[in-house]
């Protein structure tokens, strides 16, 4: 258990819909990262924030968007969605910005887009 | 920009048998390497890291990993394989101009025949 919890751990839902996803990162950890693990692209970073704001961007849709509140916990939204969104998502979280830091990953959310 | 390449997608052995999979990166600048495992329906746990020092880097589960800077390699080894050892691998890089989202390989696929 890496003390990363994200829910929900699965989540079927039509096209064009719109879903959000949960993170809650390791306890003192201010950074959160999202990925995306598909079969055909691999796992792909999308997005990162710290402690509340947007640090960087990767592969992310502009159909998602991701916020980190206060509490740190963090959400990924992903609407109009389609069959190609079907995927893993993963967030990790570490302890802030310094170089040498660990990334340590939740148990993800499988969904699929129907 | 960063790129891993992981050129064993789909390794069997049996168990006893010596194990190497490939990394190489493709990157100048000072980067930091992982090394990832995922067990089947799991999320991503960390195998071992490396940072700066001994190129020779020991992780969980008798796992070791060299870095040879020259060769912009970080190959990981295990000298004897179990059938608990059955997983998908990957190999990550991040650091350089302050990033730090994780780059990842496709991945390697590790079958251990008992």
């Known amino acids: 258990d890496s003390g990363v919890t994200q829910t929900p751990k699965h989540l079927i839902t039509a096209t064009g819909q719109r879903v959000t996803l949960r993170c809650s990162p390791r306890s003192g950890d201010l950074s959160v990262y999202w990925y995306q693990q598909s079969l055909d692209q691999g796992l792909q970073f999308l997005i990162q924030y710290y402690n509340g704001e947007e640090r960087a961007k990767g592969n992310i849709l502009e159909r998602f968007s991701a916020q980190q509140f206060p509490d740190l916990h963090s959400e990924l939204n992903l609407s109009s969605l389609e069959l190609g969104d079907s995927a893993l998502y993963f967030c990790?979280?570490?302890?802030?910005?310094?170089?040498?830091?660990?990334?340590?990953f939740g148990p993800g959310t499988r969904l699929l887009v129907l | 920009a960063q790129s891993v390449s992981q050129h064993n997608h789909h390794v069997i052995l049996s168990e006893a048998a010596s194990l190497e999979l490939g990394c190489n990166y493709s990157?100048?600048?000072?980067?930091?390497l992982f090394w990832y495992v995922q067990y089947p329906g799991q999320h991503l746990q960390l195998l071992l890291k490396?940072?700066?020092?001994?190129?020779l880097v020991k992780g969980i589960k008798g796992f070791e990993a060299e870095f040879i800077k020259s060769k912009f390699s970080f190959n990981l080894r295990k000298p004897s394989v179990q059938w608990s050892d059955t997983a998908e691998y990957f190999c990550?890089?991040?650091?350089?101009?302050?990033?730090?989202?994780?780059?990842f390989g496709s991945g390697t696929r590790l079958q251990v025949q008992p």
């Open positions: 990157y100048g600048g000072t980067v930091n």
């Open positions: 990550a890089v991040n650091g350089g101009t302050g990033r730090r989202a994780l780059t």
């Open positions: 490396y940072f700066s020092g001994d190129p």
């Open positions: 990790a979280s570490s302890v802030g910005l310094g170089r040498e830091e660990t990334q340590y």
